[in-house]
C-alpha cells in the first residue's frame, strides 16, 4: 500500500535541507548583487544585455542557489547587496515592534533567507543575525498564544500576516490543541500494538507451539 508524501522540514540556521521543498523554493529567491569580474557567457542571465558576456559593475538579481556557487570572497566574482528588509531602516522598524510587520508579504521566508545571508561576507551580519533572532523571540509568544486561543476561529487575517516558518508553528499549536480537545473529549485513537510487534508475538507462539 502506497503511503501519503511526508513533508521533509527546512534546514536550521544556515544550513539547507535540499530534500525540503520549503528550502527549495527559498533557493529560487531574488538577490541583488554586482559583479566585480566579467562572467563568460553566462550573458542570458541579463535581459537588458546583448553581450555574450556580463561586464563588471553590472547590477543583476539573481536565484540564491546562484549566488552562493558564484560567490568567491578570494576571486571577488560578486558583490552581494542587502534586500532592503534586511537593511538597517528595516531593522529599526523590527526593534521597534516585530508583530506589526507583514512578514509575509516582505519576504515569505524572512527567517531561512536572512540566515543565508550571512554566508556572504558583510560588516552588518552581526546586526542581521540579532535583528532576526529578536523579531522571532518578539512574534514567538503571539503566534503560539493565537493558535491555543483560536480553536474553531477564522485565523485567515492573522496567518497570512506569519512566514513560512512561523505558519509551520502556528499550526503545529493548533494541531497540538486539537489533540488535546480530543482527548479530554475521549475521542482519542486507541493506542495499538505496531505490526512489528504483532508479528514478533505470532513468531514467538509459533516457535513454542512448535
Same mark, same amino acid.
Given at each position: 500500500?502506497?503511503?501519503?508524501?511526508?513533508?521533509?522540514?527546512?534546514?536550521?540556521?544556515?544550513?539547507?535541507?535540499?530534500?525540503?521543498?520549503?528550502?527549495?523554493?527559498?533557493?529560487?529567491?531574488?538577490?541583488?548583487?554586482?559583479?566585480?569580474?566579467?562572467?563568460?557567457?553566462?550573458?542570458?542571465?541579463?535581459?537588458?544585455?546583448?553581450?555574450?558576456?556580463?561586464?563588471?559593475?553590472?547590477?543583476?538579481?539573481?536565484?540564491?542557489?546562484?549566488?552562493? !556557487?558564484?560567490?568567491? @570572497?578570494?576571486?571577488?566574482?560578486?558583490?552581494? %547587496?542587502? *534586500?532592503? $528588509?534586511? +537593511?538597517?531602516?528595516?531593522? #529599526?522598524?523590527?526593534?521597534?515592534?516585530?508583530?506589526?510587520?507583514?512578514?509575509?508579504?516582505?519576504?515569505?521566508h524572512y527567517y !531561512?533567507?536572512?540566515? @543565508?545571508?550571512?554566508?556572504?561576507?558583510?560588516? %552588518?551580519? *552581526?546586526? $542581521?543575525? +540579532?535583528?532576526?533572532?529578536? #523579531?522571532?523571540?518578539?512574534?514567538?509568544?503571539?503566534?503560539?498564544?493565537?493558535?491555543?486561543?483560536?480553536?474553531?476561529?477564522?485565523?485567515?487575517?492573522?496567518?497570512?500576516?506569519?512566514?513560512?516558518?512561523e505558519r509551520s508553528?502556528?499550526r503545529a499549536g493548533?494541531?497540538?490543541?486539537?489533540?488535546?480537545?480530543?482527548?479530554?473529549?475521549?475521542?482519542?485513537?486507541?493506542?495499538?500494538?505496531?505490526?512489528?510487534?504483532?508479528?514478533?508475538?505470532?513468531?514467538?507462539?509459533?516457535?513454542?507451539?512448535?
Amino acid at each position: 500500500m502506497s503511503e501519503g508524501y511526508c513533508p521533509v522540514p527546512p534546514g536550521l540556521g544556515r544550513e539547507e535541507n535540499l530534500l525540503s521543498l520549503e528550502d527549495v523554493l527559498m533557493s529560487q529567491e531574488k538577490l541583488p548583487c554586482r559583479t566585480e569580474s566579467s562572467l563568460l557567457r553566462l550573458g542570458f542571465l541579463e535581459k537588458s544585455g546583448d553581450s555574450e558576456n556580463i561586464p563588471p559593475g553590472t547590477k543583476m538579481e539573481l536565484p540564491l542557489w546562484l549566488v552562493k !556557487g558564484l560567490y568567491d @570572497q578570494k576571486r571577488r566574482v560578486l558583490l552581494v %547587496e542587502l *534586500p532592503k $528588509i534586511y +537593511r538597517e531602516g528595516w531593522r #529599526t522598524v523590527f526593534n521597534a515592534d516585530a508583530n506589526v510587520v507583514d512578514l509575509h508579504k516582505l519576504g515569505p521566508h524572512y527567517y !531561512g533567507f536572512g540566515s @543565508q545571508l550571512l554566508h556572504f561576507e558583510s560588516p %552588518e551580519n *552581526p546586526e $542581521i543575525a +540579532r535583528t532576526i533572532l529578536q #523579531t522571532f523571540v518578539g512574534r514567538f509568544r503571539r503566534i503560539m498564544d493565537s493558535s491555543q486561543n483560536a480553536y474553531n476561529e477564522d485565523t485567515s487575517a492573522l496567518v497570512a500576516k506569519l512566514d513560512e516558518l512561523e505558519r509551520s508553528l502556528f499550526r503545529a499549536g493548533q494541531k497540538g490543541l486539537n489533540d488535546f480537545q480530543c482527548w479530554e473529549k475521549g475521542q482519542a485513537s486507541q493506542i495499538t500494538a505496531s505490526r512489528l510487534v504483532q508479528s514478533y508475538r505470532k513468531r514467538k507462539f509459533t516457535d513454542i507451539v512448535g
